[in-house]
């Protein structure tokens, strides 16, 4: 029994030894198992890992015989004790040494990542400095990210800036297997724009998806992801210019994205943006260079082949450049004038004032345009226009100045020459409405004087009149002088150059006044004047010399033949308004002195006529000067006056045809006799109307018998188609008629002459010229009761 039991004790002992074991040993096994991952070191910890499980299974399967009843021996206590010693100890070794190990691997960890990230950077360092093409870059930088991290796929996505914008893969490196072709990706505010590349191009932050297969916003690409196992993609903005233009993408099958790694990559991006950077500016540089060039370029040839000439000048005025126009404007070569002074193109009095032009386009203050006068090489003047410009350096300060000129000599002139005639047209029509409009000489002759010095740029006029009947000149009219005594210079042609003129009929042209000089009036008047040059022109009408224009000048003569033309015009206009004058007041005399014959040859006449029809003399003046009066009264036209005057003295002239026998006729006459008698009105019509003076005098010789009421003759007109001075007449004859003796009866008294006329009015007369006869007649009696 004690020994029965001194065994139990031991067993029992034994066992928890045996427990002990096993646990401690189980431990290390597990345990030796981690540090084969913590050290990397396999082969030594699974070993040590090995023999701890097969001690463990030793130990379970002694555990297990010694429960079973198998009883043990001193040998079993002592080995048994051993190993529990040497487990505790172990484990007591591995748990002392695990932290030692751990500590370990971080550094390792960290040194063989700080190699990486050295090699990772340095490699794309040499891709960046090395490369020149943006996509094989970021191709290259996605490569180095795979290789040396291990991932899957690395790739960059372009933001584009299209309606959808999408994202355009542009460079890729790893096993995607197509990935990217199948797969839409956006950076918008849509579905396919929720992922870690859209949410990094429009946040600008990196965007790690850790979950590709339950992450929410990962739904539009899951089913492909998975395919191809991508458990993670992250993605890392690219900014340039602070701009994000697009994303470095990395998918991995693990997610193995710790901050370090994260921060490493976004630098890595960094640098990749700021290479893109140095490239766009590199390219724009180049392609600035470039279009410098070709602008550089077309500049130049513009410049060749324009056809204003090219000029750039220097601060000091110098030429700098020279284009072939410029040789064509000026005749100087590039060559010769390259480095010229501008004195080369400018006379030297104006060089000051084209200087300071210059200046002031150098200080862009004005200068832009000028007209000048400029001098070729082989001395020619002409007109250019220069059109002057600052040239600014890039620091916009003023280089030099740039001029294009253009040759306006013709131009300018053309311009002048219009302007000129302009001028000129327009005095000439000064001087017609003068002509025309008045007959005053003198003020048309001073009219052209003046448009003669205005438009001719004269000095001094002088015209005169020549009277070919007394063979003398007249001064007329003058302008400009300012000695006393030009208009006294009028004579008998001969000593003055007026009377050369004259007797020469052509212009006397004298440049030089003192070569002539002659000891004369005239002379001593031109030297006080000071005049050196002039002109002296024949008045010519009709082939007739009516005067002289004469010109004075203190200058030289002009020369072109514009200035001789207008003048000779002005000429003339001059002779024609003195030939209009002489001529009216020719016609105006001779109007005056036919009228006169005329007039001496109709009273002639009738006096003719009232000795035969036994009147007292002057009678029919009278008569014809009552008529008039009446015919005033009445209300006749002025024109008309004359007419009825003339009308009345003739109005019996036709009697003439009658034969005295007839007229003469102490009884009253047969009817043949009276047929014969009411023919002398048509016997006055024709012996009038053939002469044109006295035509319109007819209507009282031919209609003065007849009657308002139409039973008169020679037509029987009737009422107011009787013209209206022959019924004024038939009145006057009438009382005139029956207050005189007749061979066949004595002289009314008035009382009944006025008796008969009333009674005769609306019958033989027109009652309201009788009411105006009366009215005359109570006016002025005598006059009429004398008739
Ligand atoms: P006259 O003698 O000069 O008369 C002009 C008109 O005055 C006449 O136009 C008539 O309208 C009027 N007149 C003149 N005398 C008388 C008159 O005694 N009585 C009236 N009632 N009226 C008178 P008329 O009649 O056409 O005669 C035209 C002319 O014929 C007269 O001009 C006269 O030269 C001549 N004549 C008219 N009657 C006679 C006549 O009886 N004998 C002669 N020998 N000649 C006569
Ligand atoms: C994304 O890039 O935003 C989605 C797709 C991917 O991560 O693979
Ligand atoms: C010139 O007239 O010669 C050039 C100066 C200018 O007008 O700019
Ligand atoms: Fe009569
Ligand atoms: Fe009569």
Request: some cysteine; proline content about 3%; charged content about 25%.
């Amino acid at each position: 029994m004690q020994v029965m039991s001194h065994h139990l004790e031991k067993d029992k002992t034994m066992i928890i030894i045996l427990a002990i074991s096993i646990t401690l040993q189980f431990f290390a096994a597990i345990y030796a198992l981690t540090l084969i991952k913590i050290t990397g070191k396999v082969r030594s910890w699974l070993s040590i890992s090995i023999a701890m499980m097969l001690m463990t299974f030793r130990r379970g399967f002694f555990l297990y015989e010694i429960l079973g009843g198998h009883p043990f021996t001193d040998l079993d206590w002592a080995i048994e004790s051993i190993a529990l010693l040497t487990s505790l100890l172990l484990v007591i070794g591995i748990i002392w040494i695990a932290p030692l190990f751990t500590s370990m691997q971080v550094t390792n960890l960290n040194l063989k990542r700080s190699n990486r990230v050295l090699k990772v950077l340095s490699e794309c360092n040499q891709i960046i400095i090395y490369t020149t093409d943006e996509t094989t870059m970021m191709c290259e930088i996605c490569r180095v990210i795979v290789e040396t991290g291990g991932y899957r796929v690395a790739w960059v996505g372009m933001a584009m800036p299209d309606a959808e914008k999408t994202v355009r893969p542009v460079a890729q490196y790893g096993s995607s297997n197509g990935y990217l072709e199948q797969v839409k990706i956006t950076w918008d505010e849509s579905a396919t724009g929720q992922g870690p590349t859209g949410t990094a191009i429009r946040t600008g932050e990196v965007k790690i998806t850790h979950e590709t297969d339950t992450d929410p916003h990962f739904t539009p690409w899951r089913v492909e992801a998975l395919e191809r196992n991508f458990r993670t993609s992250i993605s890392f903005p690219i900014k340039v210019n602070n701009r994000v233009i697009g994303a470095l993408n990395i998918l991995s099958e693990r997610d193995v994205f710790d901050k370090e790694e994260v921060d490493f990559i976004s630098e890595l991006t960094n640098n990749m943006a700021f290479s893109i950077q140095a490239l766009h500016t590199r390219q724009q540089k180049e392609q600035g260079d470039h279009e410098l060039f070709e602008s550089q370029q077309r500049l130049n040839e513009v410049i060749r082949r324009s056809p204003f000439g090219m000029i750039e000048w220097s601060k000091t005025y110098k030429i700098e450049a020279w284009n072939p126009a410029a040789e064509q404007i000026f005749g100087y070569s590039e060559k010769e004038a390259l480095g010229k002074d501008i004195g080369l193109l400018i006379e030297d009095a104006t060089r000051g004032s084209v200087k300071t032009i210059l200046d002031e386009v150098y200080l862009d203050k004005g200068g832009y345009f000028s007209t000048n006068e400029n001098i070729c090489k082989d001395g020619k003047k002409i007109i250019c226009e220069w059109h002057n410009y600052p040239l600014f350096s890039k620091e916009g300060e003023v280089f030099s100045v740039a001029s294009l000129i253009e040759e306006v000599t013709e131009r300018i002139q053309a311009e002048q020459m219009r302007e000129y005639q302009l001028k000129r047209l327009s005095a000439l029509r000064n001087i017609d409405t003068s002509i025309l409009g008045s007959l005053d000489l003198a003020m048309t002759l001073k009219t052209i004087i003046e448009e003669c010095i205005e438009n001719l740029n004269l000095d001094a006029a002088i015209i005169y009149q020549y009277d070919p009947l007394l063979n003398r000149l007249d001064y007329k009219s003058s302008m400009g002088f300012q000695a006393n005594g030009w208009q006294y210079l009028d004579d008998k042609p001969g000593e003055m150059l007026s009377g050369e003129v004259v007797l020469k009929r052509k212009m006397l042209r004298i440049p030089d006044l003192s070569e002539v000089e002659k000891d004369n009036y005239q002379f001593s008047l031109i030297k006080a004047e000071h005049f050196i040059s002039y002109i002296g022109i024949p008045l010519i009408a009709k082939g007739r010399i009516n005067g002289v224009l004469e010109v004075y000048q203190r200058s030289p003569l002009a020369e072109h033949n514009g200035w001789y033309d207008f003048l000779n015009t002005l000429a003339g206009q001059a002779a024609i308004a003195i030939d209009n004058v002489e001529q009216f007041e020719e016609l105006q005399q001779l109007n005056r002195d036919l009228s006169q014959a005329y007039e001496k040859t109709l009273e002639g006449w009738s006096r003719t006529l009232e000795l035969r029809d036994n009147e007292t003399e002057g009678h029919s003046v009278r008569v014809a000067s009552i008529a008039l009066q009446l015919a005033k009264k009445v209300g006749v036209v002025q024109e008309k006056l004359v007419h009825i005057y003339r009308g009345a003295l003739l109005h019996d002239i036709g009697k003439i045809g009658i034969p005295d026998s007839i007229l003469h006729k102490a009884g009253s006459l047969t009817d043949q006799e009276w047929k014969l008698m009411k023919r002398h009105p048509k016997i006055a019509y024709d012996l009038l109307s053939p002469i044109q003076y006295l035509a319109p005098a007819l209507n009282i010789p031919y209609c003065h018998h007849e009657k308002w009421d139409g039973s008169g003759y020679p037509n029987g007109l009737k009422g107011e188609h009787i013209p209206i001075e022959a019924r004024i007449f038939a009145v006057i004859d009438v009382w005139d008629a029956l207050r005189s003796d007749r061979p066949y009866r004595k002289a009314w008294d008035e009382e009944k002459t006025k008796n008969y006329i009333k009674e005769q009015s609306g019958s033989h007369f027109d009652p309201r010229i009788v009411q105006s006869f009366f009215a005359l007649l109570d006016e002025i009696p005598n006059n009429i009761k004398e008739a």
